[in-house]
């Protein structure tokens, strides 16, 4: 029986421990979690809600337990939050405040958390809830909920933490795999759009779009508008999903009141969410009546402009309240953004269409555009759109170039006709060089004419009259200036076409390739953006299999140059311990070591790092924003650049807070282009974040040793004690007592990989410590079973009697001691292989602010090289690996975290024979109160 | 008596694993990967069945890159004993769950993991493993 209700716990921890590492679907994740909290902690009920504050409401995602008339009651509708002093049975006020705790008698008092009516119904009488976050963001709770009265044991609200913790794992690491679907999914739509552009009608196109739309964010209903710029009205387009045949009838006619927002919107380049649109006020939302009876819910609209001009907006339904993350938003956003691209270009089509009285000729263009757009590879594309620009214009002669935007030269990168020369060009300069710079089209005559005197530098051919340059841009990309996302464009090369003719290209032939130059600008665009991600994707598997920190970092910064092509990069970690945001790793500058001197700034200061960390925001600042470091940039050659600030969030723990800045040099760019952006501080957070959770399997896995020691260590003194002679037992209950003693140790480092230093501090447990008596000698009596273990001899470990009642301080003591524990066992576990070399010293010095307890041992020491990487988590030195098979790495950054967070410090002061670490614990400490 | 060599760094956590097998068979523990290959080397004839763990320290047996830092050393010292002793019947005894894969098919070998057996569950299972052997052997 026994071995029976073991196995089933160990199942249960098993597959939590699956579920949160690979689990991919949310919903049926946290639907088992709370199956596996139920069956931990025998709930009547173990539900796991989520909340949308805006509302405000409660949205139940899963819920399981022993009374399952309660699941069908609870699951059936969203709950809303309110005041309990006005009566609501969900208080609003107390579900913000993110902190758990067990309720009692909720029959006669539901506390903010449940409709006693409710809990007499279902027969609940008391509940546990542990608050979900990330990092500083609330999600939600999970509760369990048991029909007993009496108090729930520490064990149980300590249980439900750690599946809370792993709740907030699966729900962080699902958005990030959804995100990279959802990425995928946008890939393969937008190629299939491009299919489809040339060879569908309109309306066609239209209907396709909003199938797609409806596709791409998993939603039952999408709206496509039009904007009518003469009337000014939006009338309905196209529609997609379970719509009727009134919704195409509907339009809106924007001179009437109430219309501003839409307004607003047409012009923003924002995306609108709405929760309920049933709920949305008659100035926000016209169609409230039509959606409550078709059964619509929350809404996202995106407009679309082109050319800076809007035509019109993408609306998507759902049928259930849903809340739209911010990446969905962006991807639609994108999404809308192309979807515009395309019917302009379409209209542009149209234009040559009308101009050209060519109807073949259209034909054709439409037949090359989709072939570019099915283009797999660079190289090919290229030649492609030579070709077929070619063609399209009668010609044998002209050539692509693409733009270096360091050097402002544009290179050939494929020519047709044979050339005088190949050489760079310069963008500016000759009839190419100009059409770059204005990002227009050049037609040319007649070279020989005055108006082209001493202009045409190319030279391409000798017997060139006529030129056509066409520069490839994409004109609709996000960039971002300061905080803000805008219309910009990028100039990606140029297509260049000659002819020995007077008068050889027509207005015709330059609309064309006009509009095939930017249709295969966008096309380029996506296919250096695979490549990218394609690379960033073989950088993910080199930095998994990186077993060291600072090796992880060193892949992170080269994948960021390499790929994204950053020529400068600096990751600064904050540390609100010493109130300080500092460089931690930089590439790109000549001397590292002194950029990192200079390069840290206090948190509440007015540098960009410290703001955008505070804030959140990302932003490109001007090159003479004050909130720069005048004085680094001088010294590093860093005012050259255009540079983006990223602030770095790493969920769950919030003590992993920092920042990355990087730029290229400003040279011929304008911009620092959206999507690099987020694909930078995507993989950057992701690279991050997956190495830290790395060691969330290693820490499991090193719980699993001593627990298998107490229970087989137990299990055989329960069969064979009456057997056993009195010093074996004794030496039983040691062995015991050592595996609990690292267990406990291990809890802390668990601890520090699940919660870190959250942003609710925990509360301090101050009390009166006389810090020799209490501590020091405590933790090495606890330590005595592992010094016998391992045949050293205690009264090696030496201390002066008279220190024992020096030190009085307040302090926060359980912290206190596992820093000492900490120091000790390293001591310990890192001593010479003689048992005759060991030695500990422990001494008492003190300043005019501080105690500075000094510990000293003669163990093996640590290489002067890994003096700082020593506080670094998951940092293990090769010796150490090879005295200890197993061990985090995370000891030593846990003691330094929690020195600073008492107000003192923990540091190294000597490395080797003896190492010395120097504990220093603020003296004013003794005057705090209580 | 069945005698059995016990490979494992980790001596005093699996005292009570030994003592309870030592009720029953004859028991050699060694806890390092050299001293093992020695007494292999002198005394395979003594010895009818291994209990052997995966996470050690490697010694002398391979270098520490090769042994993944200790965490796949079990397995090259396996690999190495098959050469030597291909019929030996071994007890892979191992907390490394991960490593189950390397030793699937492996004649004559049985995984287990340390968290699924008691002292005398490990007893028992040797005695099965041993009497399947002999009856196949």
Known sequence: MKAEATSRKTDVFRELIELALHCSKRDEALQRLTRLVSLALNSDVCNLVLLDTKEPLLSHVACAGNNHKYHEFILRRPVRMGSSQQGDHLDYDLFMQGEGGARYNLQVDGKGIIDTAVARKYNLNSAISAPLKLGSQLLGYLNHFTSRTTEFASSESEILKLFARHAELIIDRIDKSDYTQTLERSHSISLALQHSLMSVKDDEFLKQVSQKACELLEVPICIVWKLNQHLPRLTVAATAGDVDADVSRMQLDLNRPGSLGIKRLLRSTDVRYLPDVSRAAANVYQFREKAKSAGWVSLLSAPMSAENRPIGLLDVYTRKRRYFKQWEREFFKTFANYTAFSIHKTELLRRVDRHSASLQRLSKLGEIMQHVAEAKNEEKLYSLILDKSLELVRSHHGWISSCDLVTGEHNIKIHRGEPAEVRALKVGRGITGQALQSERPIRVTDLRSKRWENVYEEEFRKNTRSALAVPLVVTNAEVRVGAAIQQGSKVIGLINVESPRKRAFTPDDENAIWTLGRHAANIIERLTDDQKLEKLREFDREIANKRDWDETIKVVLKAISDTIGYEYVNISMASPETNRIKSSHVRGVEDEVAFKRMAHYPLDGKNIHAEIFRTGDIQVPDANDDRLDTRLDTAFGLNDLIRVFIPLKLAPDDSWIGTVEAGYRRCHRKYIYERDVQILRRFVCSALEQKKRNLLPKISHEFTAPIVGIRATANFLLRRIKTLDEKLVERKFEDILTDCELLLHKVGELEHILGGASVVPVPSKKEWTLVYRDIIIKTVNQLKPLIAERKLDMSQILYNNTDIHRIRLYVDKPKLNSVVYNLLINSIKYAESNPADFKIIINLDEDKDSYILKFRDWGMGIKSEYRDLIFEDGFRAPEASRKNVTGSGLGLTIARRIMREIGGDLLLARNHKPTEFHLSLPKAARGDTQ | ?137
């Open chain 2, 1 to 137: 008596m069945i005698r059995i060599l016990f490979i494992d760094d980790e001596r005093d956590r699996m005292n009570s694993f030994r003592e309870e097998l030592e009720y029953h068979y004859k028991v050699t523990f060694i806890d390092k990967v050299d001293e093992a290959l020695v007494f292999i080397r002198d005394h395979l004839d003594d010895i009818d069945l291994l209990i052997l763990d995966i996470m050690m320290l490697p010694g002398k047996l391979v270098s520490m890159e090769e042994a993944e830092r200790g965490l796949s050393t079990g397995l090259h010292f396996y690999r190495l004993l098959r050469k030597s002793a291909p019929y030996l019947p071994v007890i892979i005894f191992t907390n490394k769950e991960k490593m189950e894969k390397e030793f699937r098919g492996e004649a004559n070998c049985l995984f287990l993991r340390k968290r699924d057996y008691l002292p005398l569950e490990l007893a028992k299972a040797v005695k099965e493993f041993f009497q399947d052997f002999r009856l196949i052997g």
